[in-house]
C-alpha cells in the first residue's frame, strides 16, 4: 500500500516556500531598518495651544470643586438667577420681588427675613453680605420719613428709557454731574447698551443713593440689540476688551473651553475659575454660544 507523507514536496512547493521566507525576512528587515520621518507640526495655532498646555494639565489633576465666591450686595435687587445662587426658593424670591413692586424697601437682615421668610440658618448664612446705603446705617428712623418725601406722592413719574437718555437727561439727577454723565454715556458706548439697570452698580464713582435714584427716574426700555461676543471662537486678547472680563478671566475661559469641547450656557460660565457669577445673568446677554 503506497504511502502520501506530507512533508514531501515537489520542486514547484519548495521554490514557493523558499520565496515566501524571503519576502517574511524581508518585511522584518524593512521594519527595523528604515526610519519613517513624519513631518512635524510647528504652526503658531499649535505653539498657543501647546502654551497653555501645563495650565489644561495642572486643572485636569486638580479637581477642585468650584465654589463662588459672594460679594456684598443689596438685598433689594437680588434677582431671580442670584436668590437661586444664595439658597432661597422660588416663592421667597417671589415675595421679595412682590414686596418691592411697591416701590419698597428692607432696610435690615430682620426686615429682609420678615418679607421673604427664609429661614435663621440660610439669614445667618447669607445676612453678612447685605450691604445697605449709608442712611440707612446711620439714619434707622430715617426710613418712614424718606417713605413720606420720596413716595407718597400723587404725581405718575415718566420713566425714561436709560439707553435713549441723554446728558442733560442724566445731570437732572442730584449726585450726577458731568463727570459722572459722561462715565455713564461711555459705558453704554463700549457695550453697545444697557440690558438691566443693575449695570449701574458697575459704573464707578455711583453711590448707592445715587443708583437708587437713577432706578426712579430710568429703566430700561427695549433691549438693545448689542454686538456679542462668540465667547467659544473669540481670542484672549478679544475676550480681555469686553468690560465685564479682564486677562486673567479671559484666559481662564479659554482653557475651560479648551477642557471641556466648548462653553454652552450660563451653568458653565459659573464654573470658570474668578467669573463674576453674580453678573452672569446680565453677561451671558453680550454672548453668543
Known amino acids: ?20 521566507i524571503l519576502i517574511i525576512a524581508g518585511i522584518q528587515l524593512a521594519y527595523y531598518c ?9 504652526s503658531v495655532e499649535k505653539q498657543e ?52 413692586e411697591g416701590n419698597k424697601y428692607v432696610n435690615s437682615a430682620e426686615e429682609f427675613q420678615a418679607v421673604t421668610k427664609v429661614s435663621d ?20 428712623s430715617s426710613f418712614a420719613s424718606y417713605e413720606k418725601q420720596s413716595f407718597v406722592k400723587n404725581e405718575k413719574i ?36 444697557f440690558v438691566s439697570m443693575e449695570q449701574m452698580n458697575d459704573i464707578w464713582g455711583l453711590s448707592p443713593e445715587v443708583i437708587e435714584k437713577l432706578n426712579a427716574q430710568f429703566k430700561i426700555g427695549v433691549i438693545p440689540n448689542v454686538k456679542k461676543i462668540k465667547i467659544n471662537d473669540a481670542s484672549v486678547k478679544e475676550l480681555s476688551q469686553f468690560p465685564y472680563f479682564r486677562y486673567p478671566i479671559s484666559k481662564e475661559i479659554v482653557i475651560y473651553r479648551s477642557m471641556n469641547g466648548g462653553i454652552s450656557g450660563s451653568e458653565d460660565l459659573i464654573k470658570i475659575k474668578g467669573f463674576p457669577v453674580e453678573k452672569v445673568k446680565i453677561i451671558e446677554k453680550y454672548l453668543e454660544y
Do not use: C
Not at 121 to 140: E, G, H, Q, R, T
Open 1 to 20: 500500500m503506497p504511502t502520501n507523507s506530507f512533508f514531501k514536496f515537489d520542486s514547484q512547493q519548495r521554490t514557493g516556500i523558499f520565496i515566501l
Open 34 to 42: 528604515i526610519d519613517v520621518e513624519i513631518e512635524e507640526d510647528n
Open 49 to 100: 495651544w501647546l502654551s497653555l498646555q501645563p495650565e489644561i494639565d495642572k486643572m485636569k489633576k486638580a479637581k477642585i470643586d468650584f465654589k463662588p465666591k459672594i460679594y456684598p450686595f443689596n438685598p433689594n435687587f437680588i434677582t431671580d438667577f442670584k436668590g437661586y445662587k444664595l439658597g432661597m426658593s422660588t416663592v421667597e424670591i417671589d415675595r421679595l420681588l412682590k414686596f418691592r
Open 121 to 140: 440658618s440660610l439669614l445667618n448664612a447669607i445676612a453678612p453680605y447685605f450691604k445697605f446705603p449709608d442712611w440707612v446705617k446711620n439714619k434707622k
Open 158 to 193: 415718566i420713566l425714561i428709557d436709560i439707553n435713549k437718555a441723554a446728558q442733560e437727561d442724566l445731570i437732572k439727577i442730584y449726585g450726577i454731574g458731568h463727570g459722572l454723565s459722561e462715565r455713564i454715556l461711555k459705558q453704554k458706548e463700549i457695550l453697545g447698551g
